[in-house]
């Protein structure tokens, strides 16, 4: 079902995200898109029954919103710090 290579689709999420932030889509929705391209690669992608498909899609989109959240939460601690 989840393979170890799969992992690689969490920083391929955040950088269609980026994308579609540079295109012009407000940075609160950028969530959204996350978890709807996790759920999309989820389906679309893994080799499993539907059920499983969408909860790891999920997960690939969830974990790229904390990924990005996370990272930004760092970033602007440090900044605040200097």
């Known amino acids: 079902m989840f393979e170890i290579y799969d992992v690689a689709i969490i920083p391929l999420i955040l950088a269609m995200v ?4 540079i295109v012009g889509l407000p940075v609160k929705y950028s969530p959204f898109v996350a978890v709807v391209l996790g759920l999309a690669f989820g389906i ?3 080799d499993a029954s539907l059920k ?3 909860i790891v899609g999920l997960m690939y989109g969830l974990s ?5 959240s996370g990272t930004k939460n760092m970033t602007q601690t440090k900044e605040e710090e200097h």
Not at 18 to 21: W, Y
Not at 64 to 68: F, H, I, P, Q, S
């Open 18 to 21: 980026e994308l579609v932030k």
């Open 44 to 46: 679309f992608y893994l």
């Open 52 to 54: 499983q498909n969408i």
């Open 64 to 68: 790229a919103t904390g990924l990005y």
